[in-house]
């Protein structure tokens, strides 16, 4: 009886989850994106000429939640965008040390034209 409170409790706290927000900085711009459903044919969103970032933010099931990151190098066909950095975060993620949310400040390179992308992400109530 305990035990399926305790699922149906961590449910109900699943339900009203925060969303997730990653602020990018890339160029001398920064800008916010917001994950707060899974949508994994979601199209990641352009970061400068170079990079795209996506986020996915898997509340349910309550044992497999997850945050998931990915920034791509987007390149010309035949190529395709090429992913070049991938985080993943339990759900709920540990509390944030600091300032930079859950993840840090994450910093991915240009493997060509030696630019540099920076993020972070927090959980949104």
């Known amino acids: 009886m305990k035990t399926a409170l305790a699922l149906l409790l961590l449910g109900c706290n699943l339900a009203h989850a925060a969303s997730v927000d990653c602020h990018i900085s890339y160029g001398g711009d920064t800008q ?7 949508a994994f044919d979601a199209a990641p969103t352009a970061i400068g000429s170079y990079f795209l970032f996506r986020a996915v933010f898997e509340r349910t099931p309550p044992g497999l939640a997850a945050i998931k990151l990915y920034t791509y190098a987007d390149r010309d066909a035949p190529q ?5 950095h991938q985080a993943d975060y339990l ?3 540990p ?3 600091g300032k930079y949310g859950f993840t840090g400040l994450q910093r991915v390179y240009e493997p060509i034209r ?9 959980l949104r109530k």
Do not use: F, K, M, N
């Open 80 to 84: 395709g965008a090429t992913l070049l």
């Open 32 to 38: 916010t994106i917001r994950a707060s459903t899974v």
């Open 95 to 97: 509390p944030a040390q």
């Open 114 to 122: 030696d630019g540099e992308l920076q993020y972070w992400c927090g």
């Open 91 to 93: 759900y709920p993620p």
